[in-house]
């Protein structure tokens, strides 16, 4: 019986365990997967309980995601990069932390635009927590560069001073030289919570920036589709990808990291849908 579970708070609202459920149950496994309502100051003590339970592995999401990292007894060579955790395996009472929100988000912009990332110019909109474990994935499809933009420039020249190699260039800018440096750009990705429900009314950028064909990916998934991804598409001939992708694909990779079974992913988008 395999016992896994999400940390967070909230917890209410989330749709990892019946996504993973969906999963579970798809490949033949008997098991279960609950949410676990942990506040902040019993997440040491959780940490233990996964142990004390025998869990297999947990998720982990807001608020967590980086102060679990000292709870555990190894951290993997990539969310160590990243600075947070969302994924923890159970070995026997050894716990291990991974991050799989950038190579799902990957994962979820390649399967559904087809986009071949290797050689091609990425922008980034927004230099926090989100921004990092995308680019952390992104460089790994050895694109030609990757320029991240953000409101606060300071920030943006930071990010890119870690991540940058004389073999991918990563450079920083604030939002208002968006005009001069996206005109070469091929792919777009908003990872600020600007479009957000309930202002799903706001623009993390002009769209009449964005060059024409490029692809524009948004990791909000709240709404579906945002106003920078329907005004990419409607009036710039953009082909656009949303955010539910990269939940349905953190979700699938955790769940191989638990159970070394590929699961059926598009009866857990199904399920989140
Ligand atoms: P997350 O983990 O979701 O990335 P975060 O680490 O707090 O959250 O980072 C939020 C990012 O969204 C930042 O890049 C932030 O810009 P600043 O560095 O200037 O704060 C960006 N962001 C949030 N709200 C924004 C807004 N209203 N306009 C522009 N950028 C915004």
């Given at each position: 019986h395999v016992l896994l579970g999400v940390l967070g708070d909230?917890?209410?609202?989330?749709?990892s365990p019946l996504m993973h459920k969906i999963a579970l149950q798809a490949a033949g496994i008997e098991g279960n997967f609950v949410p676990l309502h942990v506040k902040p100051d019993q997440l040491e003590d959780a940490v233990k309980g996964i142990r004390a339970l025998h869990f297999r592995g947990v998720n982990v999401t807001i608020p967590h995601k980086v102060e679990v990292m000292k709870y555990l007894d190894e951290i993997d060579e990539g969310a160590r990069l990243i600075g947070a955790v969302n994924t923890i395996v159970n070995d026997n009472g050894r716990l291990k932390g991974y991050n799989t929100d950038g190579i799902g988000y990957v994962r979820s912009l390649k399967e559904e635009t087809?986009?071949?990332?290797?050689?091609v110019r990425i922008a980034v909109l927004g230099a926090g927590g989100a921004a990092r474990g995308v680019i952390h994935a992104l460089l790994e499809e050895q694109p030609e560069s990757v320029i991240i933009l953000n409101r606060t420039r300071d920030k943006a020249e930071l990010l890119a001073e870690e991540w940058t190699t004389e073999a991918i260039p990563v450079t920083g800018y604030s939002n208002d030289e968006a005009k001069n440096v996206l005109a070469t750009v091929d792919v777009l990705i908003n990872t600020t919570s600007?479009?957000?429900?309930?202002?799903?009314?706001?623009?993390?950028?002009?769209?009449?920036l964005i060059p024409e064909g490029t692809i524009v990916s948004d990791l909000i998934y709240n709404p579906l589709e945002t106003r920078l991804l329907r005004e990419s598409r409607e009036h710039r001939g953009c082909i656009v990808h949303g955010g539910l992708g990269m939940f349905v694909y953190q979700g699938a990779v955790a769940f191989e990291y638990f159970t070394g079974v590929t699961p059926a992913v598009d009866q857990m988008r199904a399920a989140v849908l």
């Open positions: 909230p917890i209410k609202h989330s749709k087809s986009v071949e990332l290797k050689g600007v479009g957000m429900s309930p202002l799903s009314d706001e623009l993390p950028l002009e769209t009449s």
